[in-house]
């Protein structure tokens, strides 16, 4: 048998080879592919050759390599086929689908919620503006000045190459844009997400979120805010709940004032949270500065208000007990699931 005929033959044996399962697929591989397969050997034949038909002897054996892959191909694909339809055959559609998660609230939403439907029952509206804001907003209606050192409290992101807008640094500037577009009396509750320039840590994060209240209207004293503040606290934290206010300063209030809520020192926790004293700090507050008033075309002479900023990492901390404020924002789903409310 000349090898002309010896490689047609293994072309022919090639094509009528059955490949019905993958170890016969692996066994053809192996024979006809694999790094020490029958083929090689063939091409040393071409020394046998007579010379006018050499290039014939190439052409024949590429026939042969090709020939080898086609089928090692067409095979795979034919039994990864079958195994498609043997699987979709034992699939049985009658069966209650898998029960996949439905997901939860994040604690900050949550506690958020929680204090706008306790201000809502008091006739406080929900006000949401723009995060990304302008100056002015944000400092100057709110009587800080750009020379005023008061800026120094909130460190500010401003946007690149600009010195007007900024991350709003408190919703504090929600009372401009909404004070700015209503006729008093207004009554609103605006939650949202702030930032600031501040170094990660357990306890701080250059971005966090706030619940500001603004109650503008005739006669509106500090005797108001304080029953509305102390109706909020028994609410939050329970009917024996005690507060206090500490004077503070604040830009745009006058006076100013800070909250604090009576947890005790008969547990741990407590003792934690307050550093020993019983106290926790909830929020700063006080009466709308005369000048946020009138930065914002609203009389003075005939209208007063009260103001005040919660912050809601920490009531959520010191609510579930978390002690570390990076926790929120890393949306790792084992400390998420463990929120399974839908509030
Ligand atoms: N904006 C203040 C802060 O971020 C909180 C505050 C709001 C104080 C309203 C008084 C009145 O610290």
New binding site residues.
Partial sequence: MDVFEKVQKLIDHIVATEIADMESLEKFRIEYLGSKNSIKPLFAEIKNVDNSRKKEFGQTMNTLKQTAQDKYDSSKLDLAKVAQSDEAASLDLSLPTPISGIGSRHPISMVMNRLIKIFERIGFAVAEEREIEDDWHNFTAMNTPDDHPARDM?DTFYLLNSTEHLLR????SVQSRVMTTTEPPIRIIAPGR?YRNETISARSHCQFH?V?GLYIDENVSFADMKQTLMYFAKEMYGPETKIRLRPSY?P??EP?AEMDVWMGTDNDTAKRLTKGTGWLEVL???MVDPNVLKNCNIDPEKYTGF???IGIERSAMQMYDISDIRMFFENDVRFLSQFNSVI
Avoid at 169 to 172: A, G, L
């Fill in positions: 909130q640094t408190h919703t504090s702030v706030q500001e604040f745009f209030t100013s700063g507050c006080g103001a005040f900023g």
